[in-house]
């Protein structure tokens, strides 16, 4: 009987569109021979992966993120499954994200992966600034070296290209380099933090902190149910 070989993580479909994201952003600790997940600083111009190679946003990993306590620290961990995975997770923890994991390259040669939020629309129509414009600049980076800059008074990022010099310069030198195979790259910076249908049972993070849901009745302002 021959051994049925297990899916890599990047076979696994991405989540649904309609999958709601409530991801919060967090940094983890600095190290400089760490793979970080966190967006590239504003300070770096940088470009992320485009596996398809003419800057289509649509094939950079969309995945479910959600956060776990890891000795005291709530910790990020990405989840790689089918649909109904994803359903299951969101039922169990509530708190759950989609983010798109762009594996990027700065101008002095660190990777990180960033983990950028979708902008769902909200109710009224519109959409959060700060994850439309993470959005643009990301779609940007596909093809262009770019920067990242926190816009606090206006509430979103503004992006920076490089002058021609200096992509001039990234050209001849032959960056960005990404020698790191994408799978290889999220691996790293999730250090261990993977979920997926075989393992989601027995991790001792999850058992440790799923409970059973609340049952409620929710009403709305005009006593309709909506749960």
Avoid at 101 to 125: D, F, H, M
Wanted: proline residues 6%; charged residues 30%.
């Amino acid at each position: 009987m021959t051994q049925e070989k297990k899916p890599s993580l990047l076979d696994y479909p991405e989540p649904s569109e309609d999958f709601n994201n409530k991801l919060t952003e967090k940094e983890i600790p600095k190290h400089p021979n760490q793979i970080k997940r966190v967006r590239p600083h504003h300070t770096e111009f940088f470009r992320v992966y485009d596996p398809s190679g003419c800057g289509d946003v649509s094939k950079i990993q969309k995945r479910v993120i959600i956060e776990l306590p890891v000795k005291g620290e709530s910790l990020p961990f990405v989840c790689f499954g089918p649909q109904d995975f994803y359903k299951q997770v969101k039922s169990d923890f509530g708190l759950v994200g989609a983010v798109r994991l762009a594996y990027y390259e700065t101008t002095t040669g660190r990777q990180g992966i960033w983990p950028v939020k979708e902008a769902v629309e909200y109710s009224n129509g519109g959409k959060n600034a700060w994850n439309v414009t993470a959005n643009h600049i990301l779609e940007k980076s596909l093809t262009k070296w770019v920067r990242i800059v926190s816009n606090q008074a206006d509430k979103y990022y503004d992006g920076y290209l490089a002058d021609k010099r200096k992509v001039e310069m990234f050209v001849e030198q032959g960056r960005p380099f990404f020698k790191m195979g994408y799978e290889e790259a999220i691996k790293k910076a999730f250090q261990g933090f993977i979920l997926t249908p075989d393992n989601y049972g027995t991790d001792p993070h999850v058992l440790d902190f799923k409970g059973e849901k609340l049952v409620q009745e929710v009403k709305n302002e005009k006593g309709k149910k909506i749960n």
